[in-house]
């Protein structure tokens, strides 16, 4: 009897390895991709929630007031919410953005993977009392482009005092 030392895999060995594998990654990546769907979802969110909070806080900082708009360019509000979003600091107090006043930060919206909204209204100002300015509720939706069955949707309600309160929902 002889002894020979085995330096590798034999091709069934590899086959069978292979097989397992195809099997195992066709059960995963449906539900990766929701866990993808899921995460951007809820960082975008974050994102805007972190968006509203500090214009408020700039609002009630300098004591004129701020707000947040739709944005496709970061430098300007066009009321496209479904591109960006952008805070600024509103200088002279009268509760829309204008050319020389402060932009605070500004989040692009990955339009590939979702979709957002906002209000009807131009912008989401505050107050130097960090109180939302108009009378009429305001939100914000966020969904990704694809559900697939879940439920996905956030929405950002704020209300007068200017609290931000988000919840989940089916998608639209």
Known sequence: M???????????????????????????????????RSNRVAATGNEMTALLSLARSEAVRNKRGGGVCGSATGTSCDNNWSRGMLAWADVNGDGTYQAGETVLRYIPIKTDSLTAGGPSTAVIAFDNRGRRRAAAAQSLTLQPTECGGEALRRRLDINAAGQINSTKGACQ
């Open 2 to 36: 002889s002894l020979r030392l085995s330096k590798g895999f034999t091709l069934l060995e590899l086959m069978v390895t292979v097989a397992v594998l195809a099997i195992l990654s066709t059960i995963a990546f449906p539900s990766f991709q929701s866990t993808i």
